[in-house]
């Protein structure tokens, strides 16, 4: 099935016409109004543009990572966070959202580390000390 010009099948909006791009900004602010509402896959969609507009946006790629979590999309949310943390490793945001990410794809340990480290650069931050304190506890061993 063929899509006409303009069909707003995603809900992400129609392709700007030629010479009427929108710049990464207007990308970035279009996902986060997506993102309220609650249409997180469409949202990725806009925010992927705004990420090749603009890459390595530490602000734009959070987003892009928040999309993809809430959209079940966790590989591309732990990849997403993984490299924000290329950018900045003292992001205790994307330690967390990749911890959560992990852990949501079964890596539990790799999980712990980062939210470890998330608690470490914000300790008094509940959130982050209360996903730690929900994995499961570790082995012990016999």
């Known amino acids: ?7 707003d099948r995603h809900g992400a909006g129609p392709e700007p016409a030629a010479g009427d791009h929108e710049d990464a900004y207007s990308l970035f602010q279009r996902g986060h109004e997506l993102m309220r509402g609650r249409h997180h896959a469409q949202a990725t969609i806009v925010l992927e543009r705004a990420a090749r507009l603009e890459p390595g946006r530490g602000s734009i790629l959070e987003a892009l990572g928040r999309a993809y979590y809430n959209s079940g999309q966790h590989g591309r949310s732990a990849e997403t966070f993984g ?38 650069l914000s300790p008094t931050t509940r959130l982050y000390r209360n996903a730690l304190d929900r994995l499961a506890p570790r082995d012990s061993g016999p």
């Open 1 to 7: 099935m063929t899509q006409a010009p303009g069909d």
């Open 83 to 120: 490299a924000l943390l290329e950018i900045d490793p003292s992001a205790h945001y994307a330690h967390y959202a990749l911890g959560q990410s992990l852990k949501q794809l079964g890596d539990v340990s790799r999980a712990r580390t980062h939210l470890r480290l998330a608690v470490a």
